[in-house]
């Protein structure tokens, strides 16, 4: 299509404010009048990029992990706590909550908030438990998915806490080194302190 090309200043602060009022208010709870005055972004502007909800939306769920970090070459133990101290962050804090109801009220976009958010974060998780395995340092008899699962739902439930403004019961690094005993891994700690897992 012709035109004059996107600026770039413009599609950053809508994902921006699109991340932030999906956070607060899911899907269907903010108007694109409120987007546009957030964002400092023309509604024309908006319905150029954007021309319906639903494209609106899945650019915002496709913004919620832009930034989650690289942990492919870290240690594993450091790969797991950085990762997961990001999911119990800013993100979920805000996304999580909102979304357990949100996502009852309105099943036509669940598979997409599934494929745009959730899906990359547990998809880099698996690959950090999966080199654990490949390099001996977890149990090769270890049930993959039940270890993600036992990993990444603390940090959902510490990101929770945080959106209520209450303390965590519990830190990233008690639950990643209590987890990892579980299928054979010691603890710095029980190391001595030694080398990195």
Known sequence: MSGRPRDPRVDRALRTELVRLLAERGPDGFTVDELAAASKVSKAAIYRRYRTREELVEAGFAAVNADMPDVDEL??????????????????????PT??????????????????????????????????????QIDASADVEVL????????????????????????????????????????????????AL
């Open 148 to 195: 993600l699962t036992c990993l990444s739902a603390p940090a959902i439930l510490m990101g929770m806490h945080k959106a209520r403004g209450q303390a965590p019961l519990a830190s990233i690094p008690a639950v990643v080194d209590l987890v990892l005993r579980g299928v054979g891994v010691k603890s710095p700690h029980e190391n001595g302190g030694g080398a």
């Open 99 to 136: 979304w357990l109801i949100g996502m009852q009220q309105m099943p036509q976009v669940r598979e997409l908030y599934t494929r745009q958010v959730v899906s990359p974060r547990r998809e880099a998780l698996r690959r950090i438990v999966r080199r654990g395995i490949a390099q001996g």
């Open 75 to 96: 240690p594993l133990r450091e790969g797991l706590i950085a990762l997961l101290e990001w999911v119990s962050g800013e993100h979920a804090a805000g996304m999580t």
